[in-house]
């Protein structure tokens, strides 16, 4: 019964419900970055290179035969996966980036100096009845 109830602590813990948004949030962050990579940015970089579409950039080790799929090597998915890549790791950057000078800005604001405690204000008003 103890490992129950340490896994319904577990699962009702915020760390957990925000982690499962997170990764909900990247699946699809990842969708619209092969979608941006794939329709946007490549087209471009094809025509740049002689109309060269990289999905269909491939090595073809061996031919199909009888029934059997040919065996290739596809370099240029490969290329494309790694565009995604870089392109998921400069966002990701820019948001840590973003966030950690905000925090920066927040830790740089003057904190409001304390209020005097009960003692220092009594000793405050003695002081000024004494220069009366």
């Known amino acids: 019964m103890g490992m129950l109830q340490e ?3 577990f ?7 925000d982690m499962a948004v997170g990764i909900i949030v990247g699946a699809a962050f990842g969708k619209v970055v092969s979608s941006l990579v794939k329709d946007v940015i490549m087209p471009p970089i094809g025509v740049l290179i002689g109309g060269v579409d990289f999905s269909d950039l491939a090595v073809i080790i061996q031919e199909a035969k009888d ?3 040919a065996v290739i090597i596809k370099y240029g998915a490969f290329i494309q996966t790694i565009i ?3 392109i998921v790791a400069l966002a990701i950057f820019v948001a840590v980036k973003v966030i950690n000078s905000l925090k920066r800005k927040e830790e740089e604001k003057p904190a409001a100096p304390p209020e005097p405690s009960a003692e220092e204000k009594l000793l405050s008003e003695i002081r000024d009845l004494l220069k009366k």
């Open 84 to 86: 995604d890549f870089l």
């Open 67 to 69: 029934g059997t799929e």
């Open 11 to 17: 699962a009702v813990k915020g760390n957990m419900v």
């Open 7 to 9: 896994f319904k602590e």
